[in-house]
């Protein structure tokens, strides 16, 4: 006779019975109930004199009625997430009970223990490869034996180079005071060395990427910049704003290349063409009047038409067009409506045309990306119903995939915050470097990962606290993204594993945290910069920080907020110099509150690097309301109009004739013909507007970061002599690319 079960042996057979009968099984369970009743291993009940006697299965139901048919069905589902809290598992989010190693539900911590390879085992090609790394392969491999297995075999993966947990020493280099209100743009140049910053206080600044200098402020725009843009030949950047016009300077000398003037209402996105094929190029421009231009110019001579291609599409009042990509050739564009649809246009023709119209979407589309690698034909769309689709171009039409934000991990064991949200809505789409994963963010401050060929959802990642607007992948290593939000929190992802590799979160003394509004990567992805709520410039990197050391927490130009006049063209000339903003002399080096800074700091700025300490002490003016203005000298000229030379005069005389010639000619490319002269020689124009609206100034005593400042302050500005503007025309802020690297882009 066989021994009499333990008590949890029969609470088990009891279990099963009961799982038995709310399934498909009911014979099954009739015959069981019959055996366990025969067997005798039904649980015994005992009397109040401690005696134990027999009872049929009814009974046992009857005095167990707080367990529910499906009791062993939730125990199953509660030790796999129990477990992986003491064990982690090698794949998860997987729930099974039939797993093996580190699956199985009876591991322990010697299935955990981590593989370690000899250095002969990384000199090892598998069909021409290097190996793969085994899931359980903890620590990173040693850069010896990888050293030594790339001189062998002349090949090794980049993230046995490389591995995740290098990104954990990437730090903030500097945190920089710039502008005077958000911040919502933030751009790299093709070469990675100047860092470009947008704001709401309508000035675009140039930084340097290697030790933090403030190079240049491009000004002109009167109202926030709402996106920027350089081409690929790192020769323009243009930015859009919600004052309706768009701007385009060039990145050697900083001077206005054009105004583009074609939308009636803000600027949503600015987009370079990708296509470096003959010389003529593509400028795009989206708006909230529910219009796309597409702006051709010239790449040789840096012209712009006047007239764009103009497609309007405003299916109703109020549609706005809120986001674009380009296809990595540059053939393709699409563009995401508040009309909840999808339009693709191919420029692959004389010009550009509408090939399609995507209305898949129920509710507003807020984010649309084309894939990395042109191989394929996709992009990925955001919207706010709650869904995300992947759309590919097969047999002739447009087919998606739908990611649906509600879709949950396998595990069930769920970020707190998954449910705080009763409607789902995509805030922001990524794709990873090599187009194998897609990202979404959701309002529900969680990052989704998807297999971008499946609609598999991978990972969810969780530590945001507010939403995220800001994805931007890796530009070569597939495994990493960066994510930041409204929180004020920055992560770094590894997508393989679905972890947090670095977290900075943006805490800004005296005024809580700064919500961070943009990030992007340096092409060679050693740095990445932030804009925040406050007017700051984040610099990340890897290494030391000692040349961010040399530079002041706080840098502006004493010039930045000075009013603007502008011709019937948009063009503007500084109020004061009658000069044109990029021909003025180099500005003094100030604090937020417009304080000049020490001599060491002022020969930072570009044309002050060589000036004696007399000639980089400002002086000091005063306005009728009795604040301290910074009057900039003349450097290497003395201030008296007497002392001009001879050969100042032959300069100017040269430079009448030569305007003259052009005005005759007809070749005036930026402003009005019938232009005069000031007795210095500073440009004036009698058709300029002069009535300029206020201007963001310098801030005052309690006033704060992040807030716009408005007053009507007229500092006095000395002219710059023809000698100087000479001098200064030839300065280069942004080196050009060459043809070959250029085209690569």
Wanted: proline share 5%; charged share 20%.
């Amino acid at each position: 006779m066989a021994a009499a079960p333990t008590q949890i042996e029969a609470e088990l057979y009891y279990l099963i019975a009961r799982f038995l009968q709310s399934g498909p099984c009911n014979k099954s369970a009739q015959v069981l109930v019959q055996e366990l009743e025969e067997h005798q291993l039904i649980p015994r009940r005992l009397d109040w004199e401690g005696r134990e006697h027999r009872r049929s299965f009814e009974d046992l139901v009857a005095a167990n009625a707080h367990i529910p048919p499906d009791y062993l069905l939730k125990i199953c589902e509660r030790i796999g997430p129990l477990l992986d809290k003491e064990i982690p598992q090698s794949v998860p989010g997987v729930q099974t009970l039939l797993g093996v190693g580190r699956q199985s539900l009876l591991r322990d911590a010697k299935d955990c223990k981590s593989t370690l390879w000899n250095g002969s085992a990384f000199a090892a090609l598998h069909r021409g490869r290097p190996p793969e790394l085994p899931v359980n392969y903890v620590k990173p491999p040693n850069v010896v034996n990888i050293t030594s297995a790339r001189q062998l075999t002349g090949c090794s993966r980049f993230s046995h180079i490389f591995p995740s947990s290098a990104y954990q020493h990437i730090k903030m280099h500097k945190r920089i005071l710039g502008h005077l209100s958000s911040v919502y743009c933030v751009a790299f140049d093709r070469s990675g060395r100047r860092i470009f910053t947008g704001s709401d206080d309508c000035l675009v600044k140039i930084w340097a990427t290697d030790d933090g200098r403030l190079l240049a402020t491009l000004r002109g725009h009167s109202a926030e910049i709402s996106d920027m843009a350089v081409n690929y030949e790192n020769t323009l950047i243009a930015a859009g704003s919600c004052d309706k016009v768009v701007r385009v300077w060039c990145l050697r000398t900083c001077a206005p290349v054009a105004v583009l003037q074609g939308h009636s209402a803000s600027i949503t996105s600015i987009q370079f063409c990708p296509s470096t094929k003959g010389t003529t190029r593509y400028l795009t421009s989206t708006g909230a009047d529910g219009t796309i231009c597409f702006w051709q110019w010239h790449v040789k001579t840096m012209k712009f038409k006047d007239r764009p291609v103009k497609f309007t599409e405003r299916s109703r009042p109020g549609v706005q067009i809120s986001c674009s990509s380009f296809s990595s050739g540059g053939m393709f564009i699409t563009t995401g409506s508040t009309d909840h649809v999808i339009r693709i246009y191919y420029l692959g023709s004389e010009i550009p045309e509408k090939i399609a119209e995507l209305e898949s979407h129920t509710d507003k589309v807020v984010a649309v990306q084309f894939c990395n690698n042109g191989d394929s034909l996709r992009f990925v769309s955001g919207s706010r119903d709650g869904t995300a689709r992947i759309w590919q171009y097969q047999q002739q039409e447009w087919k998606s995939i739908v990611l649906d934000m509600a879709t949950k991990m396998t595990g069930n064991n769920l970020p707190s915050g998954e449910d705080k949200v009763t409607k789902l809505k995509v805030t922001m789409v990524a794709w990873d470097r090599y187009d194998t994963t897609v990202i979404t963010a959701v309002n529900n401050f969680l990052l989704k990962v998807w297999n971008s060929i499946t609609g598999q959802l991978l990972h969810t990642l969780s530590g945001h606290d507010d939403e995220v607007f800001v994805l931007e992948a890796h530009p070569f290593d597939q495994k990493i993204i960066l994510s930041a939000g409204h929180d004020g929190n920055i992560f770094i992802w590894d997508l393989d594993r679905g972890t947090k590799i670095r977290n900075y979160f943006n805490m800004i003394e005296g005024q809580g945290h700064g919500a961070v509004f943009d990030c992007k990567f340096s092409p060679d992805g050693n740095h990445f910069a932030c804009t925040d709520s406050h007017g700051h410039l984040l610099l990340f990197g890897f290494g030391c920080s000692k040349y961010y050391e040399k530079i002041p927490d706080q840098m502006f130009f004493h010039t930045d907020y000075r009013p603007l006049i502008r011709d019937a063209n948009n063009y503007v000339l500084d109020e004061q110099t009658q000069q044109a903003p990029h021909l003025m002399p180099p500005p003094f080096l100030v604090d937020v509150d417009g304080n000049p800074h020490p001599t060491k700091f002022q020969r930072l700025v570009p044309g002050r690097e060589n000036c004696k300490d007399e000639q980089l002490i400002p002086q000091l003016g005063y306005v009728a309301n009795g604040d301290g203005e910074v009057v900039e000298q003349v450097i290497g000229q003395q201030t008296n109009d007497q002392d001009e030379s001879i050969l100042d005069g032959i300069i100017r005389e040269l430079q009448r004739e030569q305007d003259l010639r052009l005005i005759n000619e007809g070749d005036v490319p930026h402003f009005p013909v019938n232009r005069s002269y000031s007795s210095n020689g500073a440009l004036r124009n009698p058709n300029m507007d002069i009535s300029s609206s206020p201007n963001i100034g310098l801030r005052r005593s309690g006033q704060i970061e992040g807030v716009r400042q408005m007053h009507n302050n007229a500092p006095r500005s000395q002219m710059a002599t023809e000698r100087d503007l000479m001098a200064w025309s030839r300065r280069v802020v942004v080196n050009e690319l060459n043809n070959g690297v250029s085209s690569l882009g």
